[in-house]
């Protein structure tokens, strides 16, 4: 029988608030670090 699924957390406060900045952030990857994950992936 399947495990019941436990609830959500619910950040409050610092915690909430450093989630919400990080998740605005930007983050863009170099197409060198694209690049060398598909060369590994293709060579594989």
Do not use: H
Not at 3 to 10: D, H, L, R
């Amino acid at each position: 029988m399947a495990q019941p699924i436990k609830e959500t957390p619910v950040l409050r406060g610092d915690d909430a608030r450093r989630f919400v900045e990080r998740m605005n952030e930007t983050r863009v990857e170099s197409d060198e670090k694209n690049n060398a994950g598909w060369l590994i992936i293709s060579w594989q």
